[in-house]
């Protein structure tokens, strides 16, 4: 094996068994270089198999190099790249070891499970996804973030739980460990889907990531955003290309999070559902299933790693100055962070796909997609909840901390790593938008020529933004626009956060009185029987009593007179 | 609010607030103008009414905000509703 040939988690599993004894430049150094070096190795490498051993008799494949695997091998080195420039700064008392080695972990787990060219393998990394990056929830140390974890923990490990019984499953039928295109049918092929569907926010499975990923810290939440749910968009684009369920799970994903976003406060959250709309954009590419349309969603995926990133970090970088995170708090940060606050416009332009910007030449693909096939109505519902992503990741993220009305507060500008972080994103936002020939399609698995930059596609993009800011804006100018409110938004978490604690407590509850009645009764019952026995068995009662012997003898002759009457009768 | 004595910025004023949305809303029409002169290649009927992609934009937006206003009826509960016992 070659060092070309090592699968890539390798070198960030070391490392991170390294962090927590080094300390200051030393260990910024090396969080930059693992990433760096990772992804250099990947350069020139030929598809095909690598790295593989026998265990118990099964032959792991812990390196399958092809297009597609390779596309998300090099977007998690950048993506890591960039999220440990931002959280380079950590200091000990924001529990820095901790941090980066959770944040390593994190990331060579996702590189694991994307190279893994079989169920074992990809199994263990996706435990190992969830483990990881729970401590990056864990490390904001509210009791919050402690109680959100814990449910994040959960439902992912579940979904683990749910991916082995499916491969056990196809092992038992196929009598192959591969993890290759399965398409859906048999037992097997749905427990595997709705594993990979927890992960990637499929519609009432999506709450552990509105509920945790705006509870994480400010540095954690940039590497959360960038890796589970893609990792779960390449198994789907994997295992389920042109699985049509997937066209309206996918479309439900982009639409139903944008009312949501609306009207959420914390505006991570409100990321947080953005992320779900953006992931539905790529789910539906992938059911859609044509080479055009599962191109679109990998680079989409690819994209959004990066613009999203972008937004969460520019996010970050005013919870890290002022401690705030809520519409309702901010406003006029422009005036302190007047960097942070351009570099956030950078992010939301690309993700509402503006022409020249990043999400404009990979969204796009995916509804030319729908056209093509003939899908008219997916492609209007795509239509509007592209409208919707200009409404909430467009305009309300930056318009809500830097503009809006001045809050008063005053900020320095964030730290250099974290502002560097955010114009390399930047720039790259801007430079797959102008090149996406020379940047983002040659990466793509699927030949297919794609001209994103045709007039109509510009001037109807352009119409169709603009009328859609300007619906915003004008409402905001007459009121019509719903005031940010503190507030809890109820969602399908609802079921397991409210409801069943409350079922649970008030089955609880009936049991016991139930249970309570009927041992009542019965020592009742007991009761009754005590006295009885003691009133039957006393020395006054008449089982008692003491009987002379003459008695008897006239009871004898009694019953042998009745014997012998019965007896001649 | 703006701290007292701070030098007022341009952005600061809500005349020059509107000014900006003004221009924001010609630029838009300039834009949806366009329709006029230039036939686009359309795959679906609904393509071909004139502005269909700005008019679809600003009543899709409308009807999004309104409904997720209502929607605040139905889910909106106090921040500390799930901590709340």
């Given at each position: 094996m070659s060092p070309t040939e090592l699968p890539p988690f390798v070198l960030f599993f070391g490392a991170a068994v390294l962090t927590p004894f080094l300390r200051g430049r030393v260990r910024g150094g090396i969080l930059l270089l693992v990433p760096l070096l990772g992804g250099l190795s990947l350069l020139g490498l030929e598809p095909g198999s690598y790295g593989q051993i026998t265990v118990m008799g099964y032959r792991l494949t812990l390196m399958r190099v092809d297009k597609l695997s390779l596309l998300f091998g090099y977007l998690f080195h950048l993506a890591s790249f960039l999220a440990f420039l931002f959280a380079i700064h950590l200091k000990k008392e924001e529990g820095a070891s901790l941090q980066h080695t959770a944040g390593l972990l994190y990331a060579g787990s996702a590189l694991g499970a994307v190279f893994a060219g079989d169920f074992i393998t990809l199994f263990v990394f996706w435990e190992i996804l969830a483990l990881s990056s729970v401590f990056l929830v864990w490390a904001r140390g509210s009791r919050r973030s402690l109680t959100s974890g814990i449910r994040y923990l959960v439902v992912n490990v579940v979904s683990g739980v749910l991916l082995l019984a499916g491969a056990v499953v196809h092992v038992h039928q196929t009598g192959s460990i591969a993890f290759e295109y399965m398409g859906l049918g048999g037992i097997a092929s749905w427990l595997i889907l709705l594993s990979f569907g927890i992960k990637a926010g499929f519609p009432l499975l999506h709450n552990w990531l509105v509920d945790a990923y705006p509870e994480a810290t400010p540095t954690g939440t940039v590497f959360l955003s960038a890796f589970t749910t893609k990792v779960a968009v390449y198994a789907l684009a994997r295992a389920?290309?042109?699985?049509?369920?997937l066209v309206w799970v996918g479309v439900t994903m982009t639409v139903f999070p944008i009312f949501y976003a609306v009207i959420e406060n914390d505006l991570r959250r409100v990321l947080s559902y953005s992320m779900i709309n953006q992931i539905g954009f790529m789910v539906t590419g992938i059911g859609l299933g044509t080479a055009l349309s599962v191109n679109g969603a990998v680079a989409h995926a690819f994209n959004d790693v990066i613009f999203k990133g972008l937004l969460m970090m520019s996010m970050g970088a005013v919870l890290y100055r002022t401690g705030k995170i809520n519409g309702t708090d901010l406003g006029g940060l422009y005036k302190s962070m007047p960097l942070t606050a351009t570099f956030s416009m950078v992010g939301a332009a690309s993700i509402s796909a503006?022409?020249?910007?990043?999400?404009f030449v990979s969204k796009s693909m995916v509804m030319a997609a729908a056209l093509e096939g003939g899908h008219g109505w997916v492609w209007l519902l795509l239509l509007f909840a592209s409208a919707g992503v200009v409404e909430h990741a467009g305009i309300k993220i930056p318009f809500f901390s830097?503009?809006?009305?001045?809050?008063?507060i005053r900020t320095r500008e964030a730290p250099p790593n974290m502002l560097l972080a955010m114009g390399i994103a930047a720039v790259l936002c801007i430079a797959i938008g102008v090149f996406p020939q020379w940047t983002v399609y040659p990466l793509l698995p699927y030949a297919v020529e794609y001209v994103p930059y045709d007039t109509t596609h510009v001037v109807t993009q352009l119409q169709l933004l603009l009328f859609s800011s300007l619906g915003v804006f004008w409402m905001m100018r007459t009121g019509w626009y719903p005031p940010e409110k503190r507030s809890v938004n109820l969602d399908s978490d609802w079921v397991y956060r409210w409801l069943a604690p409350r079922v649970v407590g008030g089955v609880g509850t009936v049991v016991a009185v139930v249970d309570g009645g009927l041992r009542r009764l019965f020592l009742r019952g007991v009761g009754a029987s005590l006295r009885r026995a003691g009133r039957v068995l006393s020395p006054t009662s008449g089982l008692s009593r003491h009987y002379p012997t003459g008695f008897m003898v006239i009871w004898v002759t009694i019953l042998l007179g009745a014997y012998l009457l019965f007896y001649f009768l | 609010m703006k701290p007292e004595g701070e030098k007022e910025r341009f952005l600061d004023r809500q005349e020059n607030v509107d000014r900006l949305l003004w221009a924001f809303t010609v630029l838009g029409c300039a834009v949806l103008a366009v329709d006029f002169f230039f036939h686009r290649h359309a795959y679906?009927?609904?393509?071909?009414?004139?502005g269909f992609y700005g008019l679809f934009g600003a009543v899709g937006i409308v009807v999004l905000v309104q409904a997720a206003k209502g929607l605040r009826r139905l889910v909106m509960r106090d921040e500390d509703y799930y901590e709340s016992d």
């Open positions: 389920f290309p042109g699985a049509e369920l503006l022409p020249l910007f990043s999400g830097f503009f809006a009305h001045d809050s008063g | 679906l009927s609904w393509e071909h009414v004139w």
